[in-house]
């Protein structure tokens, strides 16, 4: 008989940073990790969200800490990694998005988007895996991209360059950390509802076309992001890396 | 947490389940709390690996038939209650140097691994629509469904065919809440991989390819399987798991 049970998703005795964690999907991936055993650090800028946070989560019985960090900031990232005990799983989750024409794209917008989508993820997922590597310990790095990483849309051209540029460093990472059992895999999720895009879908014509392009007929829920971190946070996917999880309806399949 | 993944109350049909990876997609799920119906060619080893799933809890059926058959499979359909899951698992492979390939090496490759994987797809869609019911379909491609590989012309072309009309049918079955996915395994520690893997430089040369140096084994797909059978995925559909240990990254 097989040996898998659904305990295998468990994350018990596990340790996870999520960045971009005080609010929308990485709040959700936050609650989701320690609702299934993990000790989660949030981390972001708005320390006050990532406080209450990180006590609703301990009010449910979770294990959670927090920490005041911008991770455009190169020093601090690698100060507070290199002096925090390990961590087996990192979500790298905070970025941004300035939704313009292609034509009206500013060299300011484009460095916003990329310092903090490509260059910032990029480079706390180094922090990380340096620490696990030096420590010989296997682990799960989940770069939260884009179904914008596999096909471009209108006025988001500096975004989808931006994820399209963390799925190619994602496969690279994941061959030269194999060895090392740390894998590194995308989650891509299609037009999420979070307090960010809400706005966006009281547009009724936006809302439709979206809704017309998610052929399962409804925008994400966070639940749906969760779903797929856990997976790939948990000894389940243990033979999966460099490998990126669609969690859009059907959008790309089109 | 973990409800997410539970399975309880749903109804699993998985071909090629006797041996192997079928075997194995069929304990994981009845392990998550599916009904389990396992098809297999072997009469004998089907109802064996039903009855080792009953014996530890699990609740499973087995069932000889031949998935090529598309009425014999359309008429089991018909007559059991809607699957809301199908696993799509039953496959071979003749491996051959391109120039060497028949006409009768192609049509056992594509009967099986296209043919009837797409027609039993439509019979178990059909009658989940019919119910009003959604469902998850699963079809077991292969890392071969993203790359090529030497003396696997045929095997390539019947997976790459299994990625696209899974696509095609995601786009179609999405409004009914139908989700269609693939897995695509690496090499799998299988009595049918033990053929290739028990050659120590061909099992070698798949470590180096292996990012994380280790075969496959029947529980890292079931896992798969279990993900994208759960309400943990239920906005996935269109979309390949690879579960390669990084294979296809290179």
Sequence with gaps: ?254 | MLGLFQLEGKNALVTGAARGIGKGIAEGLAAAGAAVTLVDLNQKQSSEAASAIKKSGGNAVGAALDVRDLDAMGAFVEDNAPFDILVNNAGVNRMRDVLDFAPTDYDAIFDINARAAFFLSQHVARKLIDCGSGGSIINISSQMGQVGGARRALYCGSKHAIEGFTKAMAIELGPHKIRVNTICPTFIETELAKQFLDDPDFRADVERRICLGRIGNTDDIAAAAVYLASPASSLVTGAAIKVDGGWTAE
Excluded at chain 1, 54 to 79: E, M, N, P, R, S
Excluded at chain 1, 145 to 162: K, L
Excluded at chain 1, 197 to 225: A, C, W, Y
């Design chain 1, 1 to 254: 008989m097989s040996d898998f049970s659904l305990d295998d998703f468990r994350l018990d005795a596990r340790s996870a940073l999520v960045t971009g964690a005080g609010r929308g999907i990485g709040l959700a991936v936050a609650k989701g990790l320690a609702a299934a055993g993990a000790k989660v650090t949030l981390a972001a800028r708005t320390c006050d969200e990532v406080k209450a946070a990180a006590k609703d989560i301990q009010h449910q019985g979770g294990d959670a800490d927090f920490i005041d960090l911008d991770v455009l900031d190169h020093d601090a990232v690698c100060k507070f990694i290199n002096g925090a005990p390990v961590f087996d799983i990192l979500v790298n989750n905070a970025g941004t998005n300035r939704p313009a024409p292609f034509l009206e794209v500013e060299p300011e917008d484009y460095d916003a988007i990329f310092n903090l989508n490509v260059r910032s993820a990029f480079f706390v997922a180094q922090a990380v895996a340096s620490r696990l590597v030096a420590l010989n310990k296997g682990g799960s790095i989940i770069n939260m991209s884009s179904q914008m990483g596999h096909v471009g849309a209108a006025r988001r051209s500096v975004y989808c360059g931006s994820k399209h540029a963390m799925e190619g460093w994602s496969k690279a990472m994941a061959i030269e950390l194999g060895p090392h059992n740390i894998r590194v895999n995308t989650v891509c999720p299609t037009f999420i509802e979070t307090p960010m895009t809400k706005p966006f879908f009281e547009d009724e014509g936006f809302r439709n076309d979206v809704l017309s392009r998610i052929h399962l007929g409804r925008i994400g829920q966070m639940k749906d992001v969760v779903g797929a971190v856990v997976y790939l946070a948990s000894a389940a996917s243990s033979l999966v890396t460099g490998s990126a999880l669609k969690v859009d309806g059907g959008w790309t399949a089109d």
